[in-house]
C-alpha cells in the first residue's frame, strides 16, 4: 500500500472565506469555512480524494464541541467528515497551508495551518496511515 519514501508537503492553495481570508483557526470552528484547490489526490482517512476544489468546515454539534470538521467538493460530488486535534506552534503560520506527508504515491493530509494562527488543526490519521507514515520517516 506504501511505500517507505515519506516526504513533508506544503501545499500553499488559495484560501479563500466565503468572502475574504480565513486569518484564525477559531474561524474554521465558530461557522467559517475555507475553500481551497488541490491539484494531486489526496487521502483522508484511507478515502482518496480527486484532485479539485474544496471546502472545509465546522460541524455544529449538540454538544457544542468542534473536533469534527466536514470537507466537501466544490462539485458536490465529494463529502467525508473527519476529527481534529488542535496543534499549537510557538510562532504564529506565516501563510494559510495545507500539510501533506507524502508515503509512496499518496498524499495523507495531515494539518491545516492559518495565517496568523499558532494553533493549527492537525487531521486524526487511521492507524494504518500512522503506521506507514512512522516507517517511512523510519527509513529516512
Known sequence: MFTNNKIKVVIVAAFMALG?????????TDGGAIKFTVDHS??????????GRYSISALSLPDGSDDILRLQSLDGKESMFFSII????????????????QVGGEYILTE????????????????????????AAAVN
Request: aromatic share 6%.
Open 86 to 101: 488542535d496543534r499549537v506552534y510557538r510562532e504564529p503560520s506565516r501563510r494559510t497551508e495545507l500539510v501533506f506527508d
Open 42 to 51: 489526496f487521502v483522508i482517512k484511507n478515502k482518496t480524494l480527486p484532485a
Open 112 to 135: 491545516i495551518r492559518l495565517e496568523g494562527d499558532q494553533t493549527a488543526v492537525e487531521v486524526e490519521q487511521t492507524k494504518a496511515e500512522k503506521q506507514a507514515v512512522a516507517a
Open 20 to 28: 475574504g481570508v480565513i486569518a484564525a483557526n477559531a474561524q474554521i
